[in-house]
Every structure is written in structure tokens, then in C-alpha cells.
């Protein structure tokens, strides 16, 4: 996909708690869309 200021990154983070000093992130999803949400 070509770089556009206009595309939306959508993140999801499955982690195993809330403290960043002890917990880390187990699973890791990204979706790229438009203004109008098509993917």
C-alpha cells in the first residue's frame, strides 16, 4: 500500500497485564484503512 496521509492504522494488543515494567505483549494485530473504513 502506498504511503497516503489519509490512511487509519488500527491496533490491537493482547498483553499479559496492564504494568509495562513487569507485563508484556503476547499477540500483536494491525488493520489499514481508509477515511471511510475500507480495508
Request: charged fraction near 20%.
Given at each position: ?39
Amino acid at each position: 500500500m502506498a504511503l497516503n496521509p489519509t490512511h487509519l492504522l488500527w491496533l490491537d494488543m493482547e498483553m499479559t497485564g496492564l504494568s509495562p515494567e513487569t507485563d508484556c505483549i503476547i499477540e500483536l494485530a494491525i488493520v489499514v484503512t481508509d477515511a471511510d473504513l475500507n480495508t
